[in-house]
């Protein structure tokens, strides 16, 4: 007699959450990011005899968490999500609309920024202010112009626009390539990154590394994925790597007398994995009202990128006389709140500048702002969103 067996019950599925629209999770990445490039350069008011006598102080230690394990994290992650956006653009443009668009959105603002920055610090420098670099001659305006064989001494940030032309120039080759040509071309990055060789055709090889990875991301359609994955999981690699970047840190001074190739490579694999934990965080802010709030302010994270050096040699030194340099007891106070002052010269610049020009504005911020784009581009829908980057 055959047995006859119950219905089998229902399985129950775990709903998942909504993916929220990956292009608002990218306005809110960079503006992060933007916002931890900042403190990479805030104002400290001392020298580097003054702060070495400062080394192992409450103040010391502040300054190297925030700069270290956020702010210098900050630059992969930007890369990652350039050459995540280029695929699309290529494809909207072709080949050379895309490097024509990428002279106006990029290189131009590097040169005009340079060019604007070099003109007010040093004309600066001339009218008396103290502290800040003069005038030099033909090879000092050329690397600060055209960050030819370093980054420039005033606009330091702009370096990172140099390396991401070039892997740009170089995108349309790039996208063609199969997956394991992509992972061999990160993994000789990664070898150029650590070796620490300076080859000037790339002042940052990392800056490849990670644009090649967002190029492999978008193939693969991972950043969505990364998205909802646990927490702790993104948090997982940074905490194991975290002690090793500390560690040498304390053994070593901040690296110094320790192998180069060691600390780069811990570095590295510190920037990588903060760029995972961002990213999943920006994906998870991108679902509530936070994130919708902040990507009002993603339309200037451009313009902040390029113009908080000005903040930094300009005002940062006025406000600095109320709150003392490192040190003082209110110095800390003006540093954590750096990018937010940062963050108010800048819009108050950009919309002084759109209201006089707006194609002045629509220069100087590679087309996100101007009569061309009235909205944050993060703000639309993925599929009609026109990003430059």
């Not at 990011?33 to 900042?38: D, E, K, Q």
């Not at 330091?156 to 349309?172: G, H, K, S, Y």
């Not at 948090?235 to 560690?247: E, M, Q």
Request: some cysteine.
């Amino acid at each position: 007699m055959s047995r006859i067996l119950p219905p089998e019950a229902p399985v129950r599925r775990m709903a998942q959450p909504p993916l929220p629209p990956t292009s608002q999770a990218i306005g809110l990445a960079r503006l992060i990011c933007i916002l931890g490039i900042v403190y990479v350069h805030a104002w400290t008011g001392v020298g580097g005899d003054v702060m070495a006598a400062q080394a192992g102080s409450a103040q010391d230690v502040l300054r190297w968490t925030v700069v270290e394990l956020f702010g210098r994290s900050a630059v992969p992650l930007l890369s990652i999500v350039s050459g995540w956006l280029v695929a699309a653009s290529l494809a909207k443009r072709g080949p050379r609309g895309f490097v024509a668009g990428k002279v106006r959105s990029v290189l131009l603002p590097m040169l005009l920024w340079n060019a604007i920055a070099i003109v007010a610090v040093t004309g600066a420098g001339v009218m008396g202010m103290p502290n800040v670099p003069l005038l030099g001659g033909f090879d000092w305006i050329a690397d600060n112009l055209f960050n030819l064989n370093r980054a420039g001494d005033i606009n330091v940030q702009t370096a990172f626009l140099r390396d991401l032309f070039l892997c740009m120039l170089a995108a349309p080759m790039l996208v063609r390539l199969r997956t394991p040509w992509l992972v061999a071309l990160i993994a000789a990055a990664a070898v150029w990154a650590v070796g620490g060789w300076m080859l000037y055709l790339l002042l940052r090889p990392s800056i490849l590394l990670f644009f090649a990875a967002g190029l492999l991301l978008r193939r693969h359609a991972l950043a969505e994925r990364i998205g909802l994955l646990p927490f702790w999981l993104t948090v997982l690699p940074f905490g194991i790597v975290l002690p090793f970047k500390i560690g040498l840190s304390i053994l070593g001074e901040g690296g110094v007398g320790q192998p180069a190739g060691l600390v780069n490579g811990v570095d590295l694999l510190l920037r990588g994995s903060a760029a995972l934990l961002v990213w999943r965080s920006a994906m998870a802010m991108a679902r509530g009202g936070v994130g919708a709030r902040l990507l009002a302010f993603e339309r200037y994270a451009f313009f902040l990128f390029c113009s908080h050096l000005l903040f930094m040699w300009l005002v940062a030194p006025l406000i600095g006389g109320l709150s003392g340099a490192m040190g003082s007891p209110y110095w800390p106070l003006f540093f954590l709140a750096q990018p937010l002052f940062a963050l108010g010269f800048a819009i108050m610049l950009a919309q002084g500048i759109e209201a006089l020009s707006p194609a002045a504005a629509a220069l100087l911020s590679g087309g996100r702002l101007g009569k061309a784009q009235t909205a944050s581009p993060a703000a639309l829908p993925l599929a009609h969103a026109h990003w430059k980057l």
